[in-house]
């Protein structure tokens, strides 16, 4: 389990490691380092999602690690409140970015190698009301990005729970 603590509240989500090993290690990798603390939610998209885990406030974004293997066919499905791996146009390019689907997202899911699809490797188990919060905001465009929050949703923090 992690904790998220944001400007708009918390939440937590709780990692498949079974079904998505590499994901998992890494994600708890970039929380164990503290990488996520300061950086923000710099792409909202209401009934679709919401991104972070890259940028800092002033759109800056951050160093990551070497990227990791795509995970999208373990079986799991971008469904509302999970939690995938966001990547660009090479299917394993995935680093710290990560996103939350707002709505259930089935062509996200692995369909192929004409679509690979965005492994899913958590879900929100507390807090979905703060992510439905952070999909309400206002965006606009800031430094190149288009969706992106007029006023910053931060990460505070992001640490290991103890297991409910």
């Known amino acids: 389990m992690i904790r998220f603590e944001t400007s708009l509240g918390d939440f937590t989500i709780e ?6 090993p590499v994901t998992v290690a890494n994600f708890e ?36 690690r070497a990227p990791i293997a ?3 066919t373990n079986g799991l499905r971008n469904l509302r409140g999970s939690l995938s791996m966001a990547r660009t146009n090479d299917i394993n390019s995935a680093t710290s ?20 699809g965005y492994a899913v490797f958590a879900k929100v188990v507390e807090g979905m009301d703060v992510i439905d919060k952070i999909a309400a905001v206002q965006t606009g465009r800031r430094r190149g990005h288009d969706d992106v929050p007029l006023e910053p949703v931060v990460v505070k923090s992001a640490r290991r729970a103890a297991a409910a």
Do not use: C, S, W
């Not at 970015?97 to 690979?116: E, I, K, T």
């Open 29 to 64: 990798k970039y929380v164990d380092d503290g990488h996520f603390d300061g950086t923000i939610f710099h792409r909202v998209i209401p009934g679709f999602v919401i991104q972070g885990g890259g940028f800092t406030e002033d759109m800056t974004q951050k160093g990551t």
């Open 15 to 20: 990692m498949y490691p079974a079904e998505a």
């Open 70 to 72: 795509n995970e999208a």
């Open 97 to 116: 970015q990560f996103f939350v689907n707002l709505v259930d997202n089935a062509f996200l899911d692995h369909q192929g190698p004409r679509n690979y």
